[in-house]
């Protein structure tokens, strides 16, 4: 039942602020399943395709399918490249890329954001090589770290593309669960994901719990009282994420 529960966080956390679902699965997954640091890592990623899926669904009219189309190849070929470099990375060495994501998403969450511009000033030329920097960054850093990516997207989304909080949400759910079932795939090959069998069934079941209870409540909650939820969670998912990662590598 211990995954029951990891699930109902995981699916919590992701719905709420469409990132840090793999950054508050690691440390659950090392707690409960007493994976290693790398071994967690790998295994937060079948966490974030169900979670990214689950709660993508009922916001997917909100999703820009067109830039998120753009930059999966992208990432699918940045995963590809960084598979033979996690099959010898260290655990320092994840820790450290964990701890400078989750500070710069956190950072990114509690700036004050300029009122909501619908265009984007970045001309097309920019945006082409933006897509290709920000997909191939997202591949490796998904393989690295087992992030999917939202934490590194949503910033970019709402700082640079100019989106707004939901359609930043919607876009990063979608790109983040397309994009990891590569990376799973990839890690796969090389035996770097462990299987746990009934444990996936269960996880599963708790995500999927959290996103219907999500998409009633969010309904009856103001954008005011949640982008404030989303910035408390986001606080705290980072907070226990760095605790836990800490106390194993020291």
Sequence with gaps: MEMLLAGLIIGLVMGLTGSGGALIAIPLFMHFQNMTLIEAS????????????FNFFPQRKEADSKLAVSLIPFSIAGSFLAVPIKSGISPSVVGILLAIIALYSLYSVWKPTAPHVSSTHVSKQGQIALVIIIGLTLG????LTGLGGGVLLMPIFISIFKFSQ????ATSLVVVAISSVFSILFQIQKGLIPVIDIQVVLLALGILITAIALQLSTKLISKTVLHKMRQIVFTLVVFVAMSKIAGELL
């Design 42 to 53: 790998s295994f937060s990623l079948i966490a974030v395709v169900l979670s990214a899926s």
């Design 140 to 143: 490796v850093l998904t393989t």
């Design 166 to 169: 939901h359609k930043a949400v």
